[in-house]
């Protein structure tokens, strides 16, 4: 190769895309000429390259032998566009359809006089030279299917026949960059060519060796585009491109079908190439550049700053249209090698990182475990981004499969995920944006795993009365928990912030009118009313109540849509019949976003497919299941105990835990309903329902609040930086949203005027710079908030009066350089640990107020639409299985 680069420079405009122009001139820019000029000009061309080929044996040829030949046929080649041009251009007569067939006289020519077959046989005596002459040719091949050829040519054997003997060349053979783009070109040309006129198939997929007896096998030009499937850039691209027009040929032919599946490298290439790519991922993301203190999740911009994350989604987006549009022999094929090429032994690894039966505490405490802990956050957060981008319910089956049934190291890997949300590090984070994404899919088998086959025992309730039966199908209770929901609204809340609104009702523009004849009385300290009416408590309570109903209706809208093929109502009478092995039966006529809506439980059927699970595992999994001590199984039980310690949760985990929950809530499903919602219920001791958790938590925040000092200052300044960051996420991602494609799904809401820190449009995807703020400025605020009014004088005079500390140097992340840092005045500056601690304990709990308020906001909108659409959804909207006899 290294004797061969001179001569690639000398050839430089042979090779030059720009100078490819000179065989794709416009035809404004070419010049009409006659055809009997043209033919005798082409002879010529032809007479004078071949006699050079003649003369001249593989010693004897030199450069200009090389450089004479390639601009003879360069020559054929323009004068053969030209007369193409001319003859798109000139007004035809109505042919008949054996004129149809006629070619061009230069065209003629070419064949007649085999002029392809001899450069060929001439280029493999070219010695040094071979691969100049390789690649001329394919740029004249290229321009010929492109171009020049219409359907009575590609059907001439003095073309397919040295067209096919030398693609035969690349077969096992490693080639000059240029070469290789070139023959992507060509290959990806003939695809196209095929796809307008599939009778060519006959010539290219061959059953036996008909034409080169030297064919090697039966679909060369497939073949030859599978190494470069994973290929990054333009080259990668036309050849996945033109694999997709074949795959759609193979819709067509179960003969090519079966043979891409068995008998090709496809599919096993496919799957391995994704393990190969996922191996160049960084293994660590909270030491990216991307990554702030609220980061949960990876998004568009994130994909955008790293590159090799943005090439392994390019090859899984191709894996998932290829199981979109191939042969069902092929599809199989291909996710049979994805579960078990790439899920099983690459992503069960990465989730646990060797680190198996090793507890939570103990690997978030050692340092040793430091590195181990990040990669594993990093492989859930990736696995989460993957499932979010799929839309092919097969391949996203396969996905579910590995996550619901599949083990590492005799430890099924749902059981560890749940397990992980309990973390107190953002393992636990991105663990529930990775739950929340799979409830987002309205699977029923993941609802099944998670919830249903440990409701549907009805263990969870006291049994035995007939009542409690019926007040988990009966709707009514939903009205009064609306109402019971926004009566745990902490009553601190209601006085601080009508006060607030009160004094700042000019400036904000928000004036809420008192029509009781109750008198207020003034504090002596700050002259701010400490009372309110219950008619300002009411407008308080509805002030953005408005924004949850229509997040809630539009939600539980879709819920009820996606669940209606369900197998199974999940009411009260369903532990009568369940029976736990899955069907996973999908509707490929279903809306991508609700791509795992269709999959079902059989009841009736025996033969199980091995889908999302096998009869094999269900013995297993059922003892696992008696092994689990709470009622309601691991996932609401962890759920329930993260909820329950709001108090001491960070204001990330508390946003993404109350979203898991009110996603639960959405469905309507009757038992998943009344255990969420429903307070009406007797449970089992041991069972701690959802409603009594809130009480209980609503108490303990009022009580918390009594033992703060400055309490509503410290309220007020929370709610105004939630309210900023608020306006400031949502302004920058209506900016990014307007400059990015459409190929990753988001979770973005409209922008609320009028809303205050309502939780939908808090909890919220990061990775802009406005986001990597995150909530530190509250650290000053609180700060503020708590130090004795006389000590904030001197302190801040003697902040003034300390010099600004110099710029710290540090070093940029990925090694691109170094940067001057000023850094800020510490919030903890000057405090020591204990009152540093004190203030993070005070921090937690006035945004814990925050959040609980809205959330119980937000349970109210939910119940009460869960209550407005059970009545008015027409008898139609039921199951189909509720009509059909058990």
């Known amino acids: 190769m290294a ?40 002879r010529t061309h032809w007479s004078q390259a071949f006699d050079t080929m003649s003369r001249k044996v593989m010693n004897e040829i030199t450069v200009d032998d090389i ?148 064919m090697e096998t039966k679909f060369l030009i497939f073949s030859l585009l599978i190494p470069y499937v994973h290929k990054d850039g333009p080259v990668g691209q036309q050849a996945r491109d033109a694999i997709l027009l074949c795959m759609a040929f193979t819709r067509r032919s179960e003969l090519m079908g079966k043979y891409v599946a068995e008998e090709t490298d496809f599919c096993p290439v496919l799957a391995t190439g994704l393990s190969g790519l996922y191996s160049s991922l960084p293994r660590r993301l909270l030491s990216h550049s991307i990554v702030s203190d609220d980061w949960h999740q990876v998004t568009g911009e994130d994909i955008r700053e790293n590159p090799e994350l943005e090439v392994f989604l390019n090859s899984l987006e191709f894996c998932n249209a290829v199981a979109q549009i191939a042969h069902p022999f092929i599809q199989k ?53 993957f499932i979010r981008t799929i839309s092919e319910p097969n391949l996203l089956k396969v996905f579910l499969k590995f996550i619901c049934v599949e083990k590492y190291e005799e430890q099924r890997i749902l059981n560890t995920l749940i397990t992980r949300i309990s973390a107190n590090s953002k393992l636990s984070l991105v663990t529930l944006v990775l739950f929340r994404s799979l409830l987002d899919l309205n699977c029923e088998d993941v609802l099944l795993e998670l919830v249903f086959k440990y409701l549907t025992s009805g263990k969870h309730i006291i049994g035995g009365k007939q009542h409690q039966m019926q007040r988990i199908n009966d709707s009514n209770y939903l009205n009064e928990s609306a109402q019971h929901f926004l009566t745990l609204i902490p009553k601190h809340c209601l006085i601080s912030h009508v006060n607030y609104m009160n004094l700042n009702a000019k400036t904000d523009g928000y004036v809420f009118v008192d029509n009781s004849d109750s008198h207020s009385h003034h504090s002596n300290d700050d002259s701010i009313d400490r009372s309110s009416t ?72 025996h ?48 946003l993404q835990l109350t979203g898991l929950v009110s996603r639960l809530a959405t469905y309507p499903q009757p038992l998943l309903r009344s255990y969420l919602l429903n307070s009406s219920l007797v449970f089992q001791k041991g069972v701690k329902p959802l409603t009594t958790l809130l009480n209980e938590l609503r108490k303990k925040l009022d009580l918390l609040s009594d033992q703060i000092e400055n309490f509503d200052e410290l309220l007020r300044n929370a709610r105004q930086f939630l309210f900023a960051r608020e306006n400031r996420i949502l302004n920058k991602k209506q900016s990014i ?53 006389s000590m904030r004088r001197s302190s801040s005079m003697s902040v003034s009066q300390t010099p600004t500390p110099p710029p710290i140097l540090e070093s940029v992340s990925g090694g691109q350089g170094y940067r001057y840092f000023k850094p800020l005045d510490s919030p903890e500056q000057g405090l020591d640990a204990n009152d540093a601690e004190e203030n993070e304990r005070i921090q937690k709990i006035v945004l814990a107020f925050i959040v609980f308020e809205e959330f119980v906001r937000e349970l109210s909108a939910i119940s009460y639409e869960h209550f407005t659409l059970e009545y008015s959804e027409p008898p139609s909207a039921q199951s189909e299985s509720e009509l059909k006899p058990n």
């Open 607 to 654: 033969s199980v497919p091995h889908s999302i699970t096998s009869n094999g595992n269900q013995s297993e999994d059922e003892d696992e299941d008696e092994d689990c001590s709470s009622p309601i199984g691991p996932f609401l039980e962890i759920i329930i105990s993260r909820l329950e310690a709001m108090c001491e949760n960070d204001i990330y985990t508390n």
């Open 3 to 42: 004797e061969r680069q001179p001569l690639f420079r000398k050839f430089a405009k042979i090779f030059s895309p720009s100078n490819g122009s000179n065989h794709v001139m416009s035809a404004s820019v070419r010049e009409q000429i006659d055809t009997t000029a043209a033919l005798d000009s082409f």
């Open 737 to 789: 949203c307007s400059q990015m494609d459409n190929r990753f799904p988001y979770n973005s809401r409209p922008n609320r005027s009028n809303s205050i820190t309502s939780l939908s449009s808090i909890r919220s995807e990061t990775g802009t710079e406005a986001l990597k703020k995150g909530f530190n400025g509250l650290k000053s605020l609180f700060r503020a908030a708590t130090t004795p009014r």
């Open 534 to 605: 219950p008619t300002q408590e009411l407008q308080y309570i509805l002030f953005n109540y408005l924004d949850y109903l229509n997040d809630a209706n539009a939600v539980i809208s879709k819920s009820i849509r996606a669940t209606r093929s369900w197998s199974c109502r999940y009411d009260a009478s369903s532990h009568k019949s369940a029976n736990y092995s899955v069907n996973t039966t999908v509707d490929n006529n279903t809306n991508a976003n609700n791509v795992c809506a269709n999959y079902s439980i059989n009841h009736n059927n």
């Open 333 to 385: 094929q291909l996710l049979q090698y994805i579960y078990n090429g790439f899920l099983v032994p690459v992503i069960a690894p990465a989730l646990h990182q060797e680190v198996v039966g090793v507890p939570i505490i103990v690997l978030e405490k050692l340092s040793r475990y430091s590195n181990t802990l990040e990669e594993i956050i990093a492989t859930t957060a990736y696995f989460d981004l």
């Open 67 to 214: 450089s004479s030949v390639v601009n003879h046929i360069d020559q054929m080649l323009t004068l053969l566009l030209q007369e193409n041009d001319n003859m798109c251009v000139s007004p035809r007569p109505q042919a008949s359809d054996s004129a149809e067939h006629v070619m061009s006289p230069l065209l003629d020519y070419l064949m007649m006089e085999s002029v392809l077959e001899k450069v060929l046989n001439w280029s493999e005596m070219c010695g040094k030279w071979y691969e100049v002459m390789t690649l001329e040719q394919l740029k004249f091949y290229e321009m010929l299917v492109s171009q020049v050829c219409h359907t009575s040519a590609l059907y001439q054997q003095q073309l397919i026949r040295p067209l096919l003997g030398l693609l035969c060349r690349f077969v096992d053979t490693d080639c000059h960059l240029e070469v290789e783009k070139r023959l992507v070109v060509l290959l990806n040309s003939l695809f196209v060519s095929l796809s307008q006129n599939l009778n060519l198939l006959e010539l290219f997929f061959l059953s036996e060796p008909q034409i080169a007896s030297h």
